[in-house]
């Protein structure tokens, strides 16, 4: 059982370590829509939704921690 969690401790050690420094930066998206022309209005339609939901997100924590 001691080897089972010394094996697993140095399994996750570089994750856990990477992800709590990782935390103080933001999540980064990018979205490609048309912003005009023919299809300008979806394009912000798009544009509207992804913010709604990276709002919801953010409210309920963010993802992993971070915010988006």
Request: aromatic share 8%; with cysteine.
């Amino acid at each position: 059982m001691a080897a089972t969690l010394a094996g697993t401790g140095s399994f996750f050690g570089p994750w856990s370590h990477n992800r709590a420094f990782a935390q103080s930066k933001p999540i980064k998206l990018g979205l490609t829509c048309d912003a005009s022309g023919q299809y300008g209005n979806s394009g912000q339609d798009d544009l509207r939704g992804i913010r709604i939901a990276v709002d919801e997100f953010n409210a309920k924590g963010g993802l992993l921690g971070r915010k988006i």
